[in-house]
T-cell receptor
Framework: EDKVVQSPLSLVVHEGDTVTLNCSYEVTNFRSLLWYKQEKKAPTFLFMLTSSGIEKKSGRLSSILDKKELFSILNITATQTGDSAVYLC??????????FGQGTILTVHP | SAVISQKPSRDICQRGTSLTIQCQVDSQVTMMFWYRQQPGQSLTLIATANQGSEATYESGFVIDKFPISRPNLTFSTLTVSNMSPEDSSIYLC???????????FGSGTRLTVV
């Protein structure tokens, strides 16, 4: 059974802090790993990672994949209150299935 | 990436009734999916909506309870049948056209069954 595990499950920081969110996976026929931000109902796409060691960046967010150790990290630098959300990691397999982790609840205090 | 319009945004329904949720994509997509997110939980895949054929359901989900249609490449519906309070969840559709844009999600339907 495909499994995606995120840690920590929740995190409380202050504005300006840097956070690192973790995602490990055990799946059959891995194709890509995706990160999403969920604030209300709909997850918003952040990154799609398919190759090891290549960092993807978007503003203060960055992510990298390690296919040997089967994990990914999502970094957020200089956090802002608007970064408060649930961050979801999901793995897409060649069977066409997207399996989600439990999510990390990030709370950024002013 | 594709933009998905999902409706209704929310509904409160009586137990024993059925609700149909619609998703319209603004471009042709290869795959469409339906997810459920129960309170405090992550997303669970209900089924893959196949164009022109029966949906492919995940373990624990059956067609009689969650019938799905996908008559063309841009539209799909999910019906939650004979609802009970345990069906109270957020329901999300998702689609991908492949490539590096990942999966796009609809805005979600918050269903409360009373």
């Amino acid at each position: 059974e495909d499994k995606v595990v995120q840690s920590p499950l929740s995190l409380v920081v202050h504005e300006g802090d840097t956070v690192t969110l973790n995602c490990s996976y055990e799946v059959t026929n891995f194709r890509s790993l995706l990160w999403y931000k969920q604030e209300k109902k709909a997850p918003t796409f952040l990154f799609m990672l398919t190759s090891s060691g290549i960092e993807k960046k978007s503003g203060r967010l960055s992510s990298i994949l390690d296919k040997k150790e089967l994990f990914s990290i999502l970094n957020i630098t200089a956090t802002q209150t608007g970064d408060s959300a649930v961050y979801l990691c999901a793995v897409f397999t060649s069977y066409g299935k997207l399996t989600f982790g439990q999510g990390t609840i990030l709370t950024v205090h002013p | 990436s594709a933009v998905i319009s999902q409706k209704p945004s929310r509904d409160i329904c009586q137990r024993g009734t059925s609700l149909t949720i619609q998703c319209q994509v603004d471009s042709q997509v290869t795959m469409m999916f339906w997810y459920r997110q129960q309170p405090g939980q992550s997303l669970t895949l209900i089924a893959t909506a196949n164009q022109g054929s029966e949906a492919t359901y995940e373990s624990g989900f059956v067609i009689d309870k969650f019938p799905i249609s996908r008559p063309n490449l841009t539209f799909s519906t999910l019906t939650v049948s004979n609802m009970s309070p345990e069906d109270s969840s957020i329901y999300l559709c998702s689609a991908t056209a492949g490539g590096s844009n990942g999966y796009t999600f609809g805005s979600g339907t918050r269903l409360t069954v009373v």
